[in-house]
């Protein structure tokens, strides 16, 4: 069977933009959400690749782009930024809680939200993330995707 339509957020960034290049042709469909940074041309002009623009700020733009598909790969985020302590907590959660509550309402089957084994708490060669949700992360950043 082959896999259905997949919605990815943060289409135009680094590891966004891998993934749909990735999907692009092996599944039936990918909607790339785009906000600010417009998707590569050789995605936006890609057969099987629609462009969603969508502002995870604004939920009343999240509908069409979540609207059909089978699956949510989100990736979209602020990184990079001075005092991330004053974003995190608005681009990591109330985003992704906007994006989450337009899946719900769509019926999105699965959301799979990327994130970094961090939120664990503190891992290292020798103490290797486990994947587990119960950890205690430490940075700002792990804390707000845990």
Known sequence: MRPGRVLVTGAAGDLGSRLVRRLAGQVER????????????????????????????????????VQGVDVVVH???????PRPERFLPETNTRWFQNLLDAALEARVSRIVLV?????????????????RLDGEPVSVHARTRL
């Open 30 to 65: 990918v909607r790339a959400m785009v906000h600010r940074r417009p998707l590569p041309s050789d995605l936006a002009d890609s057969p099987g690749i629609e462009v969603a623009p969508a502002d995870l700020a604004r939920p009343e733009t999240l509908p069409p782009s």
């Open 75 to 81: 990736f979209a985020g602020v990184l990079f930024r």
């Open 115 to 131: 994130s970094f084994p961090h939120v664990e708490g503190p891992n290292t060669e020798d103490h290797p993330a486990t994947d």
